[in-house]
């Protein structure tokens, strides 16, 4: 008897807070309307996507010094959107992200409580922690923890919304290094008993935190080899926290271009390309590699003749791409030196080379076999698509490649019944986890 395919776990991101979009295409739509959200959330839902995911942004971002030229304004509340959603959706899972850093346990506990309520038992939560202070100063405790501090604060505010998920009805008292609560909790445990919780953080101790509390995580795309790796570091953790590998799914963030044919859609992957890294946008970037003041260089003239700066990340503190870069800035440099010296490339030349590369480019047989390879091999269990275009731009893939991993038995046809941790095949979330948990 043959061994049944490994079956593909998709979820749909709603870009907005990076360069990703391409907003200036003409078939680019609102980042504002819901009709957008509706929109790609529904494609999603036909396409047997497990999630629709929505990331955050408290407030515009920092660089250099000064709030970031290029950022997207006008983002709403993910929460309020998601409500939206579960009344013109069914099925697919509702994804929001929410920082532990700056919300407060009760506020988070309440919202996503009320949500899994709202949808049938289909929320899920991102759970991140915050990394910059433009954010931290819209909230009463200013700046942003310690890196060690943030992680003391999310297992402390999940452990207590873990208990008010599970005991329902009636009072609560918490004393913790970072929460320290005693109130009344109003609302029924949900649907789900506890939401599916997605982690995003790479780290050792976010690779931790999620072997012992995540139900996906959420990473980067690479290579059969290094999805391995990954996947068999962070499941490799589950044993020591009574978990199996099947109660962890590693979803990678990947984008995509599709073609009629590879060629066709390797001529598209550059167009889009150019458009994701403006002149201003490879200048971002390069200051985020050299850690210092570029904006006298031209982007389309030659890489700077001046050397990056080690040590105290200045030019964008909190930065993630910046922090990437700690402790290899000379390295990664000469890399790109020789790169633009072996093409004739400028600076923006590099920097949509190196910056910014789709996780999947080809015809949607092409990129149906890649995806399923990945997913077969154990490199990950799916991926969170990132289209570059809102709100159509999962449109394609929905009638080109969803179909194709259908007929190869790699992606449902119909749904399972149940709530979203259910149908993700994670074990049941019982009241006395969250009791324990507490």
């Not at 791409?321 to 020789?338: D, I, N, Y």
Request: negative net charge; hydrophobic residues 40%.
């Amino acid at each position: 008897m043959s061994t049944p395919r490994k079956q593909v776990r998709l979820a749909a991101h709603f870009p907005g807070v990076n360069n990703t979009t391409v907003w200036g295409d003409p078939a680019a739509g609102s980042h504002m309307d819901l009709a957008s959200f509706a929109h790609l959330a529904r494609t999603a839902e036909r396409a047997m996507f497990d999630l629709f995911f929505l990331a955050e942004g408290l407030s515009l971002r920092e660089h250099a010094g000064h709030l970031h030229d290029l950022d997207v304004v006008g983002r709403p509340d993910a929460m309020t959107i998601l409500a939206a959603l579960s009344a013109v959706t069914e099925h697919i899972g509702l994804a929001a992200t929410l920082t532990t850093t700056y919300h407060e346990p009760l506020e988070v506990a309440r919202q996503l409580a009320t949500l899994d309520h709202l949808s049938d038992g289909r929320a899920a939560w991102n759970l991140v922690t915050s990394t910059d202070a433009v954010s931290g100063a819209n909230f009463r405790r200013g700046a942003y923890l310690p890196y060690d501090g943030r992680y003391d604060r999310a297992q402390e505010l999940l452990a207590l919304a873990d208990r008010l998920w599970a005991q329902g009805p009636g009072p609560f008292d918490t004393t913790g290094r970072q929460v320290t609560l005693r109130g009344e909790w109003d609302l029924d445990t949900p649907p789900q008993g506890r939401p599916v919780i997605l982690q995003a953080g790479d780290s050792d101790a976010g690779r931790e935190f999620a072997a012992a509390q995540a139900d996906a995580v959420f990473t980067r795309a690479g290579t059969i080899p290094e999805g391995q790796a990954f996947v068999t570091d962070v499941k490799g953790r589950l044993a020591r926290y009574g978990r199996r590998p099947e109660d962890l799914l590693i979803l990678p963030g990947a984008t995509y271009v599709l073609g009629d044919t590879d060629e066709d859609a390797r001529e598209q992957a550059a167009h889009v390309r150019r458009q994701q890294v403006s002149g201003p946008t490879a200048i971002v970037f390069a200051e985020q590699l050299w850690n210092r003041d570029l904006s006298a260089y031209d982007p389309d003239g030659p890489l700077p003749d001046v050397d990056p700066v080690e040590g105290e990340i200045t030019i964008a503190p909190g930065s993630i791409p910046a922090r990437a870069f700690s402790g290899k800035r000379h390295e990664t440099v000469e890399q790109l030196r020789a790169l633009a010296a072996k093409d004739g490339l400028s600076l923006r030349d590099v920097m949509v080379e190196t910056r910014a590369r789709h996780s999947f480019v080809g015809s949607p047989q092409t990129v149906a076999d890649e995806i399923d390879a990945q997913v077969q091999a154990d490199a990950c269990d799916g991926f969170i698509l990132v289209p570059h275009l809102t709100p159509g731009g999962l449109d394609e893939f929905a009638d080109r490649v969803v179909p194709l991993l259908q007929e190869r038995g790699s992606l449902r046809t119909e749904r399972e019944p149940g709530t979203l941790r259910e149908r993700l095949g994670l074990p049941r979330w019982t009241p006395e986890q969250g009791a324990a948990g507490a």
